[in-house]
């Protein structure tokens, strides 16, 4: 138990963001980077990503990102051609600055046919995006491309991951997880109800030419993750198997060569008797984390589960993690992140009428989690709409991040962070948009962290005509200083 339970809203936050947040007005920052403190406050300003076109002009959405110190990388989709590309940028400086033209990562005709839904890894100077593609002429499959120069070019012929699977198959869901030079990618085809995997062992320069689906053909899955330490990969994903949707998973300890025999379920009530979606993970060192939507209990809630052996082997009994006596009828999204022996987990739920951001963690790898949960959006609970939160986290930082909505048009993308492991502070959140409140719309936010160094990515329509066709957008970025 935290050690004062008497105001749940600022338990969480941490005094120095307080610092952080005026650092930014003023141009100051907080330093002390020896006891673990936020090193300097966020950029100034925030600054645009796509530089290769007019600000406003072109539809762009689904921003993918990821860091290493202070390099990030974000792709995202982009019709400012045809049906649309993806779409890449890097900045060397924590997303001050960015490359004055950026890149294209499909290498098919340009505009020729939509892309959706990029991901993105990065591991040294190699970045990898997959994303799904609608280039054959029936389908959709799953491409991928790398760069070797830390984001400064691409390879010049992307390449099919989702091989020997049908031409005419709908392959989507991709989702990746990068360790030293292997590269691992599990996806779904739609219409089989198929999860499968891939992987390359070269930095992505080579792929296996036949995919392993890794749930009974008897199943459909859908929704799949991954998380990977070294040569341990786990899986998990939804499964029909039984009925109503349950959390099924599976581990190699190989790098994909073998697998369990059997798949192991996650959540621990009867089998087919509850729907239990969107399965997200996590990893460190042995351990491995799992956190899903369930609607056991009449309403919806975030379960979660853990394996203490790389995924062989799962609780028997899984944790219920909101203690509200209402119980949420929804909870529109949620994230998971460990380090060490802390394991943090954000989501938004509607018990109090309209979506809030609550938080929770455990300190002793999973074993049991501090009660009750903490709500970190501010104002009169329930009064606005907090959703698409985010969650990265590493020893001693946690940082969290959502859109605050006011109307279907307007929104904000909010941030907060403790230097405690999540323990305690006093200080409100920050808004990380630099246009005037609630005056534009701010979304579809993407977060990385390193260290003390944490940076985000967003849909943002400030630049866009007042009587758009379609819905022109830009992606903006910022970060800490």
Aim: charge should be negative; glycine fraction near 8%.
């Amino acid at each position: 138990m935290l050690p004062d339970m008497s105001n749940l809203t600022h338990r969480w936050r941490s005094l120095i963001a307080l610092c952080a947040l005026l650092g930014a007005l003023l141009g100051g920052g907080c330093g002390g980077s020896s006891s673990g403190e936020f090193e300097g406050s966020l950029d100034p300003l925030d600054t645009r990503v796509n530089t290769s076109t007019p600000a406003g002009a072109y539809v762009l959405r689904e921003p993918a990102i990821c860091c290493r110190g202070r390099r990030v990388h974000v792709a995202w989709v982009d019709e400012r051609v045809g049906q649309g590309d993806i779409r890449f940028n890097t900045s060397t400086n924590g997303t001050q600055t960015w490359l004055a033209g950026d890149l294209r990562v499909n290498t098919d005709i340009e505009g020729a046919a939509p892309r959706r839904a990029p991901v993105v890894c990065c591991e040294g100077t190699n970045v990898y995006v997959a994303w799904t593609d609608f280039r054959l002429p029936v389908g959709t499959q799953i491409y991928f491309n790398r760069s070797t120069d830390s984001g400064r070019s691409f390879a010049p012929l992307d390449q099919r991951v989702s091989t020997n699977v049908g031409q005419d198959s709908f392959n989507t869901n991709v989702q990746i997880c990068c360790e030293s030079t292997s590269v691992y990618a599990v996806w779904t085809r739609e219409e089989t109800g198929a999860v499968y995997f891939n992987r390359s062992l070269n930095s992505g320069g080579t792929w296996l030419p036949t995919p392993r689906r890794l749930n009974p053909v008897t199943s459909n899955g859908s929704r799949p993750a991954i998380c990977c330490e070294g040569e341990s990969v786990t899986v998990a994903w939804e499964d029909d198997r039984s009925g109503a949707l349950d959390i099924y998973a599976t581990s190699t300890q190989d790098g994909g060569a073998t697998w369990l025999a059997q798949n192991q379920r996650l959540d621990a009530n009867p089998a087919g008797s509850a729907r239990s979606t969107q399965p997200l993970l996590c990893c460190e060192g042995t351990r491995v984390y799992c956190a899903w939507r369930d609607r056991r209990d009449l309403g919806e809630t975030v379960y979660t589960n853990f394996s203490s052996n790389h995924g062989v082997n799962w609780q028997r009994s899984d944790l219920r993690m909101d203690t509200s006596a209402v119980l949420p009828t929804e909870v529109e999204s949620h994230s998971i992140q460990c380090a060490k022996q802390y394991v943090h987990l954000v989501w938004t739920d509607n018990r109090n009428g309209e979506l809030d951001v609550f938080y929770r963690r455990s300190i002793n790898s999973g074993i049991a989690w501090e009660a009750p949960e903490v709500r970190i959006d501010e104002g009169v609970p329930g009064a606005t709409q907090s959703a698409q939160v985010s969650l990265c986290a590493n020893v001693p930082h946690v940082y969290v991040t959502w859109t605050e909505a006011s109307g279907p048009d307007t929104s904000d993308w909010w941030f907060t962070f403790s230097t405690t492991n999540g323990s305690s502070g006093a200080a409100a959140p920050q808004r990380v948009n630099d246009t005037p409140a609630m005056s534009t719309t701010a979304t579809e936010g993407a977060l990385c962290c390193d260290g003390s160094d944490v940076f985000g990515a967003w849909v943002d329509t400030r630049n866009a005509p007042a009587a758009p066709v379609g819905r022109p957008a830009d992606i903006y970025s910022r970060g800490s200083q």
